[in-house]
């Protein structure tokens, strides 16, 4: 069975920090180009990095160099280093493949003093 697990979520003042992470079962990510998308309550989902099975990354002009993706292929785990965060970072943030064929069931967010 394919399983995405995201962990590493929860409640943090703005400009603070949190680490996601995205464990994979079943799945490789040497094999597929992978994004982290958020989803706030009201919004569509809404991609927040990339990385590719070739280990090139990509993220949208609007975070400016506040998130940091990387993976661990031999530990199948992926990460999102997330820095200085505002309470508009607050959503569900969930691991996908690429093509949005897989993906888990996310972790909360919470940006919030």
């Known amino acids: 069975e394919v399983q995405l697990v995201e962990s590493g979520g929860g409640l943090v003042q703005p400009g603070g920090s949190l680490r996601l992470s995205c464990s994979a079962s079943g799945l490789s990510f040497g094999a597929y180009d992978m994004v982290w998308v958020r989803q706030a309550p009201g919004n569509g989902p809404q991609w927040v990095s990339r990385i590719n099975r070739n280990g090139a990354i990509s993220y949208p002009d609007f975070l400016k160099g506040r998130f940091a993706v990387s993976k661990d292929n031999n530990q199948n785990t992926m990460y999102l280093q997330m820095t200085d965060l505002k309470p508009e970072d607050t959503a569900l943030y969930y691991c996908?493949?690429?093509?949005?064929?897989?993906r888990g069931q996310g972790t909360q967010v919470t940006v919030s003093s």
């Open positions: 996908t493949t690429a093509d949005r064929t897989i």
